[in-house]
Structure formats: structure tokens, C-alpha cells
């Protein structure tokens, strides 16, 4: 069975920072999405096939996705958050094509 929980979502106010986990079973998390309310889900940054690191546009310089392997876990580090960062993340793991999520952590940027 399949499973991913995200954790460290929360309340910060701008200029802040939160660290995101994401811990799976029965798969490799991959990365982070995220869904703002009333929009599409999208992407926030991943390991690739080839094991680089993909970020958006929107978080180049302030967010920095790791893994620890070990412990199957991936991790988001989100530094200078602003308000247009809030959301509910997910993180997701794929197997054979197809794409498994938890079930989110929100994340709140207001002062």
C-alpha cells in the first residue's frame, strides 16, 4: 500500500520560513506540488529521473527541495515566503506511471 504524509505546514508571516517533510511507504516521493485556492495544482519543485533538482520560476533562489534516502523522505525548505505561497502543498511518489499524493499540509503567508 501506498502511502505519503506530509508535515510542517503552518501560519508565518512574510519574509519567513518553513521546512515541509514528506515521509512514504510503498514508493519514492518525488517532489512537491501545490494547489492555492480557486487555482490549478502546480508544480514546486521535484528530483528528476536523473536526479536533478526542478524548481518554478516562482521559488528559484528562496526554496530548496533534499532527500534522505534512509529514511525515505523528501523535504522542502522555504525561505523569504510571501503571500502568494499560500497553499496546501503536496507531496506525490511514482510508480509504474502512476502518481500517488498525500493528502497536503497548508501553508499560510499572512502578517
Known amino acids: 500500500q501506498v502511502q505519503l504524509a506530509e508535515s510542517g505546514g503552518g501560519l508565518v508571516q512574510p519574509g519567513g520560513s518553513l521546512r515541509l517533510s514528506c515521509t512514504a511507504s510503498?514508493?519514492?516521493?518525488g517532489g512537491w506540488y501545490r494547489q492555492a485556492a480557486g487555482k490549478q495544482r502546480e508544480l514546486v519543485a521535484e528530483f528528476t529521473t536523473i536526479g536533478t533538482t526542478k524548481y518554478a520560476d516562482s521559488v528559484k533562489g528562496r526554496f530548496t527541495i533534499s532527500r534522505d534516502n534512509a529514511k525515505n523522505t523528501v523535504y522542502l525548505q522555504m525561505n523569504n515566503l510571501k503571500p502568494e505561497d499560500t497553499a496546501v502543498y503536496y507531496c506525490?511518489?511514482?510508480?509504474?506511471?502512476?502518481?500517488?499524493w498525500g493528502t497536503g499540509t497548508l501553508v499560510s503567508v499572512s502578517s
Open positions: 506525490y511518489g511514482r510508480n509504474f506511471g502512476i502518481d500517488y
Open positions: 510503498g514508493t519514492s516521493p
